[in-house]
């Protein structure tokens, strides 16, 4: 086994990882840095295991930052009479609420309005309290309250925003909302504190084989070039939209099936919709969730095919158009687009089925051996990523000879949580002993857990970090200085857009602080003058090609256009060859990657399949 983890994901421990990686055998090697593949790692390593974990982006980058973040059974399967799959995710809900990450999850209500008389509260009611009960997990109390109905007048009170005419009464009820991006940051950094050897912007590129087993993978380091080989007895695959490429590098068909499907994200600020609640409204085909989230309402989402780029899907104007036109059924003075602060798309990974309907496919998980030394997991949601992991852990134990313990993930709080609770009750103090404000405190506690003490050393060390950042006000300069340090930040966008979320949360989206916190990830990233240039450069192109992708009316006009803007570090096209710049990506492109790759970017030459290993070719 490996010891000596720590939690702090710096540059230094990247390079320490790799270099590990790259030396010694592990026991299991997992693909992709999403909640699965986070969380695979986290249940593997607490079983004993030496495992590893590599991302070919950055950790939480595809859909795992870009959730509806809400931890939750889902009201809407419950009317499917998905029964079991609802009692599941809500017996996750309670351990992740009270015991795994307490700081980043917690309770929100939503009001659920009434548009007919009697049968609907009768019918919803019945539903509702449901819910309610199969919320009482086992061996947990509920942690939330249970719904209560309203009268129209209550209603109106809770939500001022909604238009008299537009319900006839309502319900509250409560379910539970999480930071979906830092929660992965969180998984990762507790798996290297058991020992798990994390690495991002570290692409799998083909498999290592013994006849027909699977022995390790073949990896490019994409900020160096440097290709590895990584042996490893079981390697999971966890990457989500991009499980059938990972499938089709160990040749034939796949024995898993994943569709994607796009949903998009409206992010307006607190004061355009009057409401103490969330709300949650039907749809012709789904729900629409008004979220409360900080300053801001997260309004999503759809739920459209999508067979173009799985990097950066792009939100289009019809699906904006799409989302305004829904809540504007029930709000008293109608959102614009003028409102929209911020706008995010993130990609399903639907096991395929037989439905042509993206919003009927499966959201449960499988998991499948394709061959000896491969397991693939995918599908699932957010909130059951735990029980995915144990599940796809124990498919590895099958394969490693002698006796693998059982998961204890439910035991396992993340980096962070342990003794929360306490620490939270303690903010006045802490604001005393630290000279901030005590509501700084609170979004400190709410985004770093205990080990705020770290963040208040940093401060401590240099009190210039106590500062807010110049345009995005809500959050501290040692936010970004900490992001480097300890959260596995490596670029511009990295912190803009998943260790804080400045991206979507200013209306402009970020371009305005975007040098002040170049310049502070500038000292512990060690760049220069050129590559802090380079980084803005990046940003300002990638928002700009973002906004305009927002306006084009089709997918395939806001794709092309979204695929106009280089990413900053380029991943490799199905681990072949540089992917296609703008005009020439195909549906299902690995990424884009536009112009000419960055300094870092690997070359041609040392990308050639060898003899024995696999890749799409063989
Ligand atoms: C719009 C929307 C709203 C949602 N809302 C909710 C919600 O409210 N609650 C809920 O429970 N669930 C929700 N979900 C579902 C949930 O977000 C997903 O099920 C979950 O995030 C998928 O995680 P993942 O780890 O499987 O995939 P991902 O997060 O996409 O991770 C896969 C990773 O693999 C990496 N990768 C790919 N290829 C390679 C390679 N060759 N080498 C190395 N790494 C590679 C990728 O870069 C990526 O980071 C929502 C999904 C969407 C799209």
């Given at each position: 086994m490996i010891t000596g983890g720590s939690n702090k994901l710096g540059p230094d421990q990247r390079a320490a990882a790799l270099s590990a990686l790259a030396r010694q055998e592990l026991q299991v090697l997992v693909v992709g840095g999403g909640v699965v593949g986070a969380g695979t790692a986290l249940d593997a390593v607490t079983r004993g295991l030496s495992t590893g974990l590599v991302e070919a982006r950055?950790?939480?980058?595809?859909?795992?930052?870009?959730?509806s973040k809400l931890i939750h059974g889902g009201l809407r399967y419950l009317e499917q009479l998905d029964?079991?799959?609802?009692?599941?995710?809500?017996?996750?809900?309670?351990?992740?609420?009270?015991?795994?990450?307490?700081?980043l999850i917690k309770p929100v209500s939503f009001l659920f309005p009434f548009t007919h008389y009697g049968w609907e509260r009768a019918?919803?009611?019945?539903?509702?309290?449901?819910?309610?009960?199969?919320?009482?997990?086992?061996?947990?109390?509920?942690?939330?309250?249970?719904?209560?109905?309203?009268?129209?007048?209550?209603a109106l009170r809770l939500a001022p925003a909604l238009r008299k005419s537009a319900l006839t009464g309502a319900l509250l009820y409560w379910d539970a909302q999480v930071d979906d991006a830092r929660y992965v940051v969180d998984l990762v950094r507790t798996a290297s504190a058991y020992g798990a050897r994390v690495a991002s912007r570290t692409q799998v590129t083909g498999f290592l084989r013994e006849g027909e087993r699977v022995t390790g993978v073949r990896a490019v380091d994409l900020e160096s070039g440097t290709e590895l080989l990584i042996r490893a007895q079981q390697v999971v695959n966890a990457t989500g939209v991009w499980t059938d490429e990972i499938q089709a590098m160990v040749g034939g068909r796949g024995s898993i099936n994943v569709r994607a499907s796009k949903g998009i994200h409206l992010v307006v600020p607190r004061d355009r919709i009057q409401s103490h609640t969330g709300i949650i409204l039907r749809t012709p085909?789904?729900?629409?969730?008004?979220?409360?989230?900080?300053?801001?309402?997260?309004?999503?989402?759809?739920?459209?095919?999508?067979?173009?780029?799985?990097?950066?899907p792009a939100a289009s104007r019809t699906d904006i158009d799409y989302i305004l036109g829904q809540i504007n059924k029930v709000l008293a003075v109608p959102l614009t687009h003028d409102d929209v602060e911020g706008v995010y798309a993130g990609?399903?990974?639907?096991?395929?089925?037989?439905?042509?309907?993206?919003?009927?496919?499966?959201r449960e998980h499988t998991v499948a051996h394709p061959v000896p030394g491969l397991v693939m997991i995918a599908g699932g949601k957010y909130t059951t990523y735990r029980l995915m992991a144990m599940d796809a852990v124990d498919a590895v134990a099958h394969g490693l000879d002698g006796k693998v313990a059982p998961s204890c993930t439910d035991l396992v709080p993340l980096a962070g949580a342990d003794g929360f609770p306490a620490l939270w009750n303690s903010r006045a103090a802490l604001a005393k002993s630290s000279g901030l404000h005590v509501a700084r405190i609170e979004h400190l506690l709410r985004r770093y857990g205990t080990l705020i003490g770290e963040v208040l050393a940093l401060i401590a060390a240099d009190p210039s970090l106590a500062r807010p950042i110049k345009g995005a006000e809500d959050?501290?300069?040692?936010?970004?200085?900490?992001?480097?340090?300890h959260e596995g930040a490596r670029h511009l966008n990295d912190?803009?857009?998943?260790?804080?979320?400045?991206?979507?949360?200013?209306?402009?989206?970020?371009?305005?602080?975007?040098?002040?916190?170049?310049?502070?990830?500038?000292?512990?990233?060690?760049?220069?003058?050129?590559?802090?240039?380079?980084?803005?450069?990046?940003?300002?192109?990638?928002?700009a090609a973002e906004r305009k992708s927002q306006e084009a009316d089709t997918d395939t006009d806001a794709d092309?256009?979204?695929?106009?803007?280089?990413?900053?570090v380029p991943v490799l096209s199905n681990g072949l060859a540089p992917a296609p710049g703008p005009g020439g990506s195909r549906p299902g492109d690995a990424g884009p990657a536009s112009g000419a790759p960055g300094p870092g970017a690997p070359s041609p030459g040392r990308r050639g399949a060898r003899a024995g290993e696999g890749g799409p070719g063989d």
């Open positions: 950055d950790f939480a980058s595809g859909t795992s930052s870009r959730s029964i079991g799959l609802v009692r599941e995710a809500l017996t996750e809900r309670a351990l992740l609420l009270q015991r795994i990450a307490p700081h019918y919803i009611g019945a539903g509702v309290s449901m819910y309610d009960l199969l919320g009482v997990a086992r061996g947990q109390v509920r942690g939330l309250p249970v719904h209560r109905q309203l009268t129209r007048s209550r085909t789904s729900v629409l969730f008004v979220i409360p989230w900080g300053r801001h309402w997260i309004i999503g989402t759809t739920d459209t095919a999508w067979a173009l780029s799985k990097a950066h990609l399903r990974p639907l096991l395929a089925g037989e439905s042509d309907s993206t919003s009927k496919l499966s959050y501290l300069r040692v936010e970004v200085v900490y992001a480097v340090t912190v803009l857009t998943r260790r804080t979320h400045i991206s979507i949360e200013t209306w402009d989206r970020g371009v305005s602080a975007a040098d002040e916190v170049a310049e502070l990830m500038a000292g512990p990233m060690k760049w220069r003058a050129k590559q802090v240039a380079r980084e803005l450069e990046n940003y300002r192109v990638e928002i092309a256009i979204r695929l106009g803007a280089p990413e900053i």
